[in-house]
């Protein structure tokens, strides 16, 4: 681990003993679902250390940190377990949206609430019908894109449409930031708008929890509006804005999952060390045997590139980087950072031979929450068209 300046050490090390002492005794033993009470008992944990808030500016109640240490956090906490970090990401994030387009009424309405941990968010964007990756299409018309609609009536938006099973927190947040269009005649990109919808509306209800195959300690269900009623001050920014506000806010959204997953790698190159020292073949530690030493080298590389990878990103966040760079460096993070905890996971596996793939034992649940990190957010393929969009001819 690289020196870092003593409040972020205090930061990492505080979240460290959190992610040790309350978040691992918490979790199921046999790697199935956290219950909706532990999750908010955890949650209050976080809070006690400010992190739902801790990327809100301190005149709503946050902590006003930066995206470096929204990296330490997620890192830690991923370390540990995944499927939480990923949930509280959301929560830490989704704001952006709000910070970016609200207006000072609706910041202070819902920024302190969220600072504190007592509002949870969910994301509610993608459809059961429409494929997560038509967000990049860039053909102009209105042929693709969300199918919910939010038809304004006086005062009202009215909601209806469905949100995807991957929706995470839904069942157990507070409150849903949900995109749907409000014209039909016109590209989603300028015709989706972004509103609050706060848990226990009329209309607004949630399937059963899905079953993935990583991330199981998070809440991922689908969302369903009948005809939701919301006043037109619950919409966030202008009609048509939300797919732009989406792409100002996804960033942060970003290198906290990137985070969580080099957290990830570094759980499983933290067991496999364990493991090759103290499994004997031939009469030596397994570590000794220079094929194995090998692999532990790789997963070593790995897991630091990935972190540097991550940090470089967040520090071009904070310091407010130059836009096309920022396009190649976050999106490289987040894949960069699955793409070494699948890599890592999969050494961890092997080296613990049928250890390796035995529920309980810990390297093939890291297995399957790195995978789950493919599609999380968007896909390895989406993420580097966009690279490629963005990297200059010359
Ligand atoms: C754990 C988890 C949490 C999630 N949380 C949320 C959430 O909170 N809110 C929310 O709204 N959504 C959430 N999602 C959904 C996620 O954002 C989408 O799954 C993701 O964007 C991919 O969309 P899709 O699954 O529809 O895949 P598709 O878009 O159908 O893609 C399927 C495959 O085709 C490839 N593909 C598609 N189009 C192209 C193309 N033009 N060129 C090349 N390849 C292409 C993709 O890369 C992928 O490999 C979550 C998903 C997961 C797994």
């Not at 609200?102 to 941990?117: D, F, H, N, S, Y």
């Not at 993608?126 to 969300?146: C, H």
């Not at 997953?261 to 090759?276: K, S, Y």
Request: aromatic share 6%.
């Amino acid at each position: 681990m690289t020196r870092m300046a003593p409040e972020r050490q205090a930061l990492r090390e505080a979240v460290a003993a959190f992610a040790r002492n309350r978040l691992a005794p918490a979790l199921p033993l046999d790697d199935g679902e956290l219950s909706s009470e532990a999750n908010r008992d955890l949650l209050k944990g976080a809070a006690e250390l400010g992190l739902p808030g801790l990327l809100i500016p301190e005149e709503y109640g946050g902590g006003g940190g930066t995206q470096l240490d929204n990296a330490i956090v997620a890192e830690e906490l991923g370390a540990v377990d995944a499927g939480f970090a990923a949930g509280l990401n959301l929560t830490m994030t989704v704001p952006g949206l709000i910070l970016a387009a609200g207006t000072p009424e609706q910041k202070e309405r819902w920024l302190p609430g969220i600072a504190v941990g007592e509002t949870v968010l969910a994301g509610a964007m993608n459809e059961p019908s429409v494929a997560g990756s038509e967000l990049f299409d860039p053909r102009p018309g209105p042929e693709s894109g969300y199918r919910t609609r939010a038809v304004r009536e006086g005062d009202e938006y009215v909601i209806s449409g469905a949100k995807a099973q991957w929706v995470t927190n839904a069942g157990v947040a507070d409150a849903y930031v949900t995109f749907a269009r409000t014209a039909t005649d016109r590209a989603g990109v300028e015709s989706t708008s972004a509103f609050w919808v706060p848990a226990g509306t009329a209309g607004l209800s949630c399937g059963p929890r899905s079953r993935l195959l990583g991330l199981r300690t998070g809440f991922h269900a689908e969302v369903f509006f009948d005809e939701v009623r919301v006043p037109a001050s619950s919409r966030i920014g202008s009609e048509g804005e939300a797919l732009r506000l989406l792409m100002s806010t996804t960033p942060g959204m970003a290198v906290g999952l990137a985070a969580t997953f080099v957290g990830v790698a570094r759980a499983a190159e933290d067991l496999a060390r364990a493991h090759t020292a103290s499994r004997h073949s031939w009469g030596r530690p397994l570590r000794e045997h220079q094929a194995v030493a090998l692999d532990l080298a790789e997963m070593a590389v790995t897991v630091r590139t990935a972190r540097l990878l991550v940090h470089e990103a967040a520090t071009a966040l904070d310091g407010g980087g130059d836009p096309s760079e920022l396009a190649v460096l976050v999106p490289a993070a987040k894949t960069r950072a699955v793409d070494a905890a699948i890599q890592c996971a999969q050494t961890a596996v092997r080296l613990h031979g049928a250890t390796g793939v035995t529920t309980g034992a810990g390297p093939e649940k890291l297995l399957r929450d790195a995978w789950t990190g493919y599609p999380c957010d968007f896909t390895r393929e989406m993420l580097h068209l966009g690279i490629a969009a963005a990297l200059p001819a010359v």
